[in-house]
């Protein structure tokens, strides 16, 4: 294992002495038995070769020393606002970022991480709280095989290949993506749509998976938003064949991915996966109401993204500031 040291005073007045002998970095390195990248940085912090003085060099090295390292300690309002974020499932990651952007306080997530370890060291909880997404390799369990019965093919397909270059760029809101999160023995589904630039979910449950079911609902989900919607991409399922009618009736574009790339959806693919979360695979949709649903997604569209800068899909999609503001305390608010 390597070890690291500060060079001593002594040492900096050898690189002082061999400065003004116009020695080579590589060769002041050599006397004093350091990597010559140690003097390079060492000389980098003084403002040239022939203004390096030892003396403030090094009083310098001992302030870095007695700063660097500090951690945050964590307490009074800044834990219980730690702890009520924990509890509602932000991860570490989403509270550091809320608190630097929106507090203009520096916790790093690695420091909540190591509370939550201290809390569980003293009997907490907290670790309880974290998310856990478990995932399963396809070459141990391979997928099904279509079903004979199901609908036909999709009809008159245009693919991302047409779709305009500026939904790639996630700058406009509007440009959606769609699919269905399905049930067990697909008896039960959830329409989810996304939208590419700020994230925001909608979700509806459906009746059934078919064609004219999916139309209707998508239809009916968007109408509140028609006039701000630009283009709609999903997959290859038969659910979706009547793109057509959905086009004209809100008056956008629709593409598909080309087929086995979910990638080319991957907002909406991630969206799914943290709805997953609160409702796991094989969860019978039939026993979920849909005032739980939209509990769930008000959550994630009120949950702060890393990709926003820490801003909540809601807060960009809608221009609404998210309700748990109102949770951090005074104190913290620089």
């Not at 403030?56 to 730690?82: C, E, M, P, V, Y």
């Not at 047409?162 to 399905?182: A, F, K, M, S, W």
Request: proline share 5%.
């Amino acid at each position: 294992m390597r070890t690291y040291t500060q060079l001593t005073q002594q040492q900096r007045y050898q690189i002082s002495a061999g400065l003004r002998s116009q020695w080579s970095q590589a060769r002041i390195a050599k006397e004093i038995g350091v990597n010559p990248s140690t003097v390079s940085r060492e000389l980098r912090r003084c403002p040239g070769r022939n203004c390096y003085d030892p003396e403030n060099a090094h009083g310098q090295a001992l302030g870095i020393r007695h700063t660097a390292h500090r951690r945050k300690h964590i307490s009074g309002d800044l834990k219980a606002f730690i702890d009520a974020q924990i509890v509602k499932r932000y991860t570490p990651e989403q509270i550091a970022g809320t608190l630097k952007t929106r507090c203009n306080t520096s916790v790093s997530f690695q420091s909540i991480y190591r509370y939550i370890q201290r809390d569980n060291w003293f009997g907490g909880i907290l670790f309880k709280s974290l998310l856990r997404v478990g995932q399963r390799a396809a070459y141990i369990y391979p997928r099904p095989r279509a079903r004979p019965d199901r609908q036909g093919p999709v009809c008159n397909r245009v693919f991302i290949d047409h779709r305009p270059p500026v939904v790639e760029q996630r700058e406009r809101l509007g440009d959606l993506e769609i699919d269905t999160v399905i049930g067990p023995r697909h008896q039960s589904a959830i329409l989810t749509i996304t939208d590419r630039s700020s994230r925001y979910l909608i979700a509806k449950k459906l009746s059934s998976k078919t064609s004219r079911t999916v139309a209707k609902a998508l239809i009916s989900a968007l109408d509140y938003y028609q006039d701000r919607l630009h283009t709609i991409t999903s997959d290859n399922g038969s659910e979706f064949a009547q793109h057509e009618t959905i086009a004209k009736k809100l008056g956008i574009q629709f593409f598909f991915a080309h087929p086995y790339s979910s990638w080319e959806r991957g907002t909406n693919e991630n969206t799914n996966g943290l709805l997953r979360r609160h409702f796991p695979k094989k969860t019978d949709f039939q026993t979920i109401t849909n005032e739980t649903l939209q509990e769930v997604v008000f959550k994630l569209n009120n949950t702060p993204r890393k990709c926003l800068g820490f801003r909540t899909p809601a807060e960009v999609f809608l221009g609404i500031e998210p309700r748990w503001l109102a949770d951090i305390p005074v104190a913290l608010i620089g």
